[in-house]
């Protein structure tokens, strides 16, 4: 049998996730560094139709393939009654890509699409490389954990056996970003004051309403005070005055969507944003301090993710039910108008950051191709 190892031998990779840019920029991350790693290793992505994957993989320059999407249930539903069928169909589908891929290793970053696509490598004697992204895991990477070779981890404490903590990968742009360096470009090309102080507020891509609310709610005393506001409300979310058309004050900007989010961290001198375990590691990584609103419903791993950076003094944590204008006015009003306790959060967040998760996952799913014999 050639070995991975083997001069001229093209490395193959099978990579699985999607649905949410949650799973998709990691995903492009790890296979960025496995090239960079090992150049001329091919890479395929596995992903279904109806995710974000149709898009920004390709965009990438990576080779997709799609199954059909399994909701994993967590409680009784017609979903569970469709599950075995689902399953079977979508590990047939799976099991024919990482054929055809003649796939060294398969990695799976969670979501709907891994499963089938880890027992697929386990029914071929692939061996699987998992990364979770979450403090509290999700259903498809506690299964697939039973049969993998290397579970790696963004946080401590998932709970999953012998795992290995590697980080959150992500964009080198965002890893190696340099805030004050950068800060001066990033607000020109956000449209903003390069003097004033800057709160930026997102609720990603889709938004988050009740977020939208407390800031629109905040924002005449916010401007009143000085501070600017880049408001990024989410696709088809636009904030409304009290005439239904989109609210406008001098100092408050709204958006839909920025492209880069390396530009947020830079222009921000306060972040006010969901505790994704993306925004979490991002936010750690640059050193931007916070205010982290958790999402009221799921399974509680937004709170466990921002757990350890709020604990280290990078950042406050409020509850969505207590995110409302006074609040705002009341904590982080006083916060943007204090350069030393912002300083004192930024340093504080740096340290907790890792900045080199797409490296080490390369690593471990390299070593996991070349102990396949």
């Given amino acids: 049998m050639t070995h991975p190892s083997t001069p001229g031998r093209t490395l193959s990779v099978v990579l699985a996730g ?8 990691p995903l492009l991350a790890i296979a960025g560094a496995i090239v960079d790693q090992r150049p001329g290793t091919r890479i395929t992505a596995v992903g279904t139709e109806a995710g974000m994957e149709t898009r920004l993989v390709p965009a990438a320059g990576y080779t997709l393939r799609t199954i059909d999407r399994v909701p994993m249930p967590r409680r009784p539903s017609i979903d569970l009654v469709k599950l075995p069928v689902r399953l079977v169909r979508a590990v047939r589908q799976a099991r024919a890509i990482v054929a055809e891929a003649g796939a060294d290793v398969v990695v799976g970053v969670g979501g709907y699409v891994s499963t089938p696509v880890y027992l697929a490598a386990w029914s071929r004697r692939v061996p699987v490389v998992i990364h979770e992204a979450n403090a509290r895991p999700g259903i498809a990477n506690r299964v697939g954990a039973r049969i ?21 990968p992500m964009r080198r ?5 340099d805030r004050a360096a950068e800060r001066g470009s990033a607000r020109a090309s956000l449209g903003l004051d390069p003097d004033r102080p800057t709160l930026i507020v997102t609720g990603g891509s889709s938004g988050a309403a009740s977020v939208n609310r407390a800031v629109a709610g905040a924002v005449p005393a916010l401007v009143a005070a000085g501070v600017q506001v880049l408001h990024i409300t989410g696709r088809g979310k636009p904030v409304l005055d009290g005439d239904g058309s989109r609210l406008t004050l001098e100092g408050y900007h709204q958006v839909e969507f920025v492209d880069g989010m390396e530009r947020v961290y830079a222009a921000a001198d306060l972040l006010v944003a969901r505790a994704g375990a993306a925004t979490v590691s991002e936010v750690s990584a640059v050193g931007v301090p916070a205010v982290l609103v958790p999402l009221p419903h799921g399974n509680g791993e937004q709170r466990l993710n921002a757990a350890g950076l709020v604990e280290a003094g990078g950042a406050l944590l409020v509850e969505d039910a207590d995110l409302g204008p006074d609040w705002i006015r009341r904590e982080a009003l006083p916060l943007l108008a204090d350069p030393a306790r912002l300083a004192t959060m930024s340093a504080a967040s740096r340290a907790q950051g890792v900045r080199d998760g797409d490296r080490r996952m390369a690593g471990l799913v390299l070593a996991a191709a070349e102990d396949k014999r």
């Fill in 148 to 168: 993998a070779a290397t579970v790696a981890v963004a946080f401590e404490g998932t709970g999953l056996a012998d795992a290995v903590l590697v980080g959150m």
């Fill in 18 to 25: 999607g649905g949410t840019a949650g799973h998709i920029s």
């Fill in 173 to 177: 742009s965002i890893a190696d970003l």
